[in-house]
């Protein structure tokens, strides 16, 4: 038996107005071109391609943060449409993202108990003390201690930020997360560190990744299906065996023949040799 579809797309499309001068016609970009697609719980997608191709906007869509222009975005089986009014709380809180810059993601004033706490302070009725010892065990559950609880986050790593930007969107208890190239600014070793996290936590939690990413090693470890998207539009979704054993679209085939393969698995071996 499959498991409940929990986020669909159906054909969705954003345009951008831009304006070129005071006589010239505003032109109209189509970032996102009737993308289609659904994600059943438990499972990640992965979306591939190029930087301009899409990926990001898709991810500002699926996360509330942009309207679409048309079509529907369907997510536990309501339809929403954030251009018509403001999503419930509870609606916000199902679909987390975490950006792929750790740096830029954490507010340097900001201890990183504030950090964690605020989502709950914003969204919940939960005492002072109940979101501190939520925050507490959830720095536990992405590998970081107690004593972390009062730190700044120049006195982290990158790898060591990734992991506060991720256990920040799960502060909410979301059922889908957006994961918008969140690998891509580490190092390797400490990639195969967050990929193995973000594993275990999809697996304890329950939760279904939209997984955006240009690297297609990085794909192969973590997802379940992989959608190419190339200037806006999907030009192929299938199974992550089918698609890297036998790429149908010519654009797919230019892609995985153009992209340096990494053997993430070695990578991770290497990483549990040396803990």
């Known amino acids: 038996m499959s498991a409940p579809v929990v986020l669909e797309a159906r054909d969705i499309k954003r345009d951008y107005v831009v304006n070129r001068g005071l006589f010239a016609k505003p032109k109209i970009v189509h970032a996102v071109k009737g993308v289609s697609f659904k994600v059943e719980k438990g499972r990640t997608l992965a979306i591939v391609g190029e930087s301009g191709c899409g990926k990001s906007t898709l991810a500002r869509i699926l996360t509330l943060i942009d309207p679409q222009t048309s079509g529907d975005l369907i997510i536990d089986g309501n339809t929403v449409e954030i251009a018509s009014g403001r999503p419930s709380r509870e609606l916000r809180a199902k679909v987390q993202i975490v950006f792929q810059n750790p740096y830029g993601s954490l507010n340097p004033r900001q201890k990183i108990g504030s950090v964690l706490t605020e989502p709950l302070q914003l969204n919940t009725d939960k005492s002072a003390a109940e979101r501190r010892d939520l925050a507490m065990a959830m720095l536990q559950k ?6 972390h609880y009062n730190r700044y986050p120049h006195m982290f790593s990158g790898g060591q ?5 991720i256990a920040r969107a799960l502060m909410l208890n979301p059922s889908i997360l957006v994961l918008d190239e969140p690998v891509s600014a580490l190092d390797l070793s400490v990639q195969a560190q967050i990929l193995n996290l973000l594993a275990d936590l999809r697996d304890e939690f329950g939760l279904t990744y939209v997984f955006i990413s240009h690297d297609l090693s990085v794909v192969r470890f973590i997802a379940d299906e992989v959608m ?7 030009v192929e979704h299938r199974s992550k065996a089918e698609i890297f054993a036998d790429p149908q679209h010519p654009y797919t085939r230019t892609l995985f023949a153009a992209t340096p393969r990494a053997d993430v698995e070695t990578i991770r071996k290497r990483v549990m040799a040396r803990a």
Do not use: H
Not at 142 to 147: D, N, Y
Not at 161 to 165: P, T
């Open 228 to 234: 190419v998207m190339y200037f806006g539009e999907a």
């Open 161 to 165: 930020r990734q992991r506060i930007a």
């Open 142 to 147: 992405v590998g970081l201690q107690p004593e």
